[in-house]
């Protein structure tokens, strides 16, 4: 399933900075987007949702969604070494079933 | 607190048998859950969209005779991996909406996931 793409990284940022999560979507009617955590051996658990073009903040964590580029980002302000974990881009395709696909997942390590 | 429960946590099994795994909503009811499977190191893949009281719908490429899916109630979804072969052995994770099949829009939640081991 290649329709949502991310860069695969690994990402290691120092306890404190930003972390910058990036992510392409293929399908253009996409109209729903999300940003999910997940820590090894464990099931996603939901940051953020973002539906609409611009930004969206809730506490340390930013969504920013671009329809006309495709593009979502995720930022982390004050990373803290708790925030290491693996962060999902996922979409809903234009469908009436609702049905959600996942990028392949960043994998974040904040260093103390 | 959790609100889609997902057993067994973990299950081994031999080469030829099948396992069945049960995702519950709790405190709501959803007439569509989804079945994603999760290999090491690689994201969650999609596999079927269970129905209430109709057939699910699978993915370009998943086995449907391999893949059982019951949706039987509001509440309940299970997932049987007949005839376990090693290759199947993965993190199976069921999903669904709180507010039952409404908004097609919103997210997600998951449960616990299941870690099948196939000897």
């Known amino acids: 399933q290649k329709e949502v793409e991310q860069n695969s990284g690994p990402l290691s940022v120092p306890e404190g900075a930003i972390a910058s999560l990036n992510c392409t979507y293929s399908?253009?009617?996409?109209?729903?987007f999300f940003w999910y955590r997940q820590y090894s051996g464990k099931s996603p658990e939901l940051i953020m949702s973002?539906?609409?073009?611009g930004d969206k903040e809730d506490g340390r964590f930013t969504a920013q969604l671009n329809k006309a580029s495709q593009y979502v980002s995720l930022l982390i302000r004050d990373s803290q070494p708790s925030d290491s974990a693996t962060y999902l881009c996922a979409v809903i395709r234009g469908s009436t079933l609702g049905r959600l696909y996942f990028g392949r997942g960043t994998q974040l390590t904040v260093w103390p | 607190g959790a609100v889609v429960s997902q057993h067994p946590s973990r299950v081994i099994c031999k080469s030829g048998t099948s396992v069945k795994i049960e995702c519950r909503s709790l405190?709501?009811?959803?007439?569509?859950m989804f079945w994603y499977r999760q290999f090491p190191k690689q994201s969650l893949m999609l596999m079927a969209t269970s129905n209430e009281g109709s057939k699910a719908t699978y993915e370009q490429g998943v086995e449907k005779d391999k893949f059982l899916i019951n949706h039987a109630s509001l509440t309940l979804s299970t997932l049987t991996v007949t005839s376990a072969h090693p290759e199947d052995s993965s993190f199976y994770i069921c999903s669904a909406r709180r507010g039952g099949g409404g908004n097609p829009n919103s997210p997600l939640h998951f449960g616990n996931g299941t870690r099948l081991t196939v000897t």
């Open positions: 405190d709501f009811q959803a007439t569509t």
């Open positions: 973002i539906y609409s073009n």
């Open positions: 399908d253009r009617v996409s109209q729903s």
